[in-house]
């Protein structure tokens, strides 16, 4: 069978449904698979039924199967989803009150290798296809009857993998996603979250549809930063922080940066401080995670107390949130997506 339908843009899928077809059989199907979420294509009315029995001759619709799922007492959920080739990623909804949030993977595993990350331990199996990121959302959306109007839906990249080493493909499936006749998503409800990778920051800021941009900062001084996050030998923190002073937001927009407090290693007083002077020249907010442990971590969660002391003196100079743990109890929190059962 030929290559699936979600993941094609409106010029492929003209080429999909071949020569003799009027270019508006392109746009149903776009906006049947997309904004409609058909999960068969006979399902499809807007088609002809001989143009429908034609097309599942030679393609799929392409959403992964859901091969386990875990919930969570928080009312969160954890999908194993298996993709065409046998391998596997995971993503997490997250219900809170009138929101959701999708969190989804851009990679199968992870080459970047953070010290205090799970999912860092699978190393990196490939990429994932735009059509792969799109399905995640596509699939969850449909399991789980979402609602994308009033800004009820948001979209964290956060899950496996680095996705600006991605790029082409995350680019492609935030179109997707991003598109009014697509899934039809403000690009305010959709984040991409990287390690730093510079020259890709650069390269996401000169597109005219992206995601909002996300950093993991994860500590105050270039040694320590080094010593959790590997890959950052190869871009300074100097030069993070110059890309981040470059990087072109758009009026309503703010660079988050995500900071994950360990015990003893990079959650102290003077780590806050230093963090206030780092980004004190950023339109930027800053979100604390305490760390989510797991099994093979060699990391400890600060207490309480000491998170609330850092995230005190961070706030005297920039917006400062602490994200709460999600799906702790099934492994389905930051940082612990590692296809355990």
């Not at 270019?23 to 698979?33: D, G, P, T, V, W």
């Not at 219900?95 to 799970?118: H, K, L, N, Y």
Request: net charge positive.
């Amino acid at each position: 069978m030929s290559q699936p339908l979600v993941g094609m843009d409106l010029a492929e899928l003209r080429e999909a449904l071949g020569p003799g077809q009027p270019s508006f059989r392109a746009k149903q199907l776009y906006e049947a698979i997309y904004h409609g979420q058909a999960s068969e294509l006979m399902q499809i009315s807007a088609l002809p039924a001989e143009l429908r029995r034609q097309l599942a001759e030679s393609h799929a619709i392409g959403l992964p199967e859901a091969a386990k799922t875990y919930v969570s007492t928080d009312g969160t959920r954890r999908y194993l989803l298996r993709l065409d080739d046998g391998r596997t990623v995971e993503a997490v909804l997250m219900p809170e009150g009138e929101r959701d949030t999708i969190c989804i993977s851009s990679q199968a595993g992870c080459a970047v290798g953070c010290t205090f990350c799970m999912t860092a331990l699978l190393g990196l199996e490939r990429n994932l296809t735009a059509g792969e990121i799109v399905a995640q959302v596509l699939l969850i959306s449909q399991l789980n009857g979402l609602r994308r109007e009033g800004g009820r839906l948001n979209i964290v990249m956060m899950g496996q993998g680095e996705p600006l080493l991605n790029l082409p493909s995350v680019l492609k499936a935030t179109r997707i996603l991003l598109d009014p006749a697509g899934f039809g998503l403000s690009p305010r409800r959709v984040t991409v979250s990287t390690v730093g990778i510079v020259p890709k920051i650069a390269e996401l800021g000169r597109e005219p549809v992206r995601p909002k941009l996300a950093i993991s900062l994860n500590a105050s001084t270039e040694e320590t930063r080094q010593e959790l996050m590997p890959v950052t030998r190869k871009y300074s923190l100097s030069d993070l922080l110059a890309a981040c002073k470059a990087y072109p937001l758009r009026p309503w927009e703010k660079l988050s940066f995500e900071y994950v407090l360990l015990k003893g290693v990079n959650d102290s007083d003077a780590d806050a401080r230093r963090v206030v002077r780092l980004l004190a020249n950023l339109n930027c907010k800053v979100n604390l995670i305490a760390l989510n442990a797991g099994p093979e971590i060699p990391f400890e969660t600060p207490s309480p107390e000491r998170v609330a002391s850092f995230q005190q003196i961070v706030r005297r100079g920039l917006p400062c949130f602490l994200r709460k743990p999600r799906g702790l109890d099934i492994y389905a929190a930051c940082g612990q997506l590692k296809l355990s059962a």
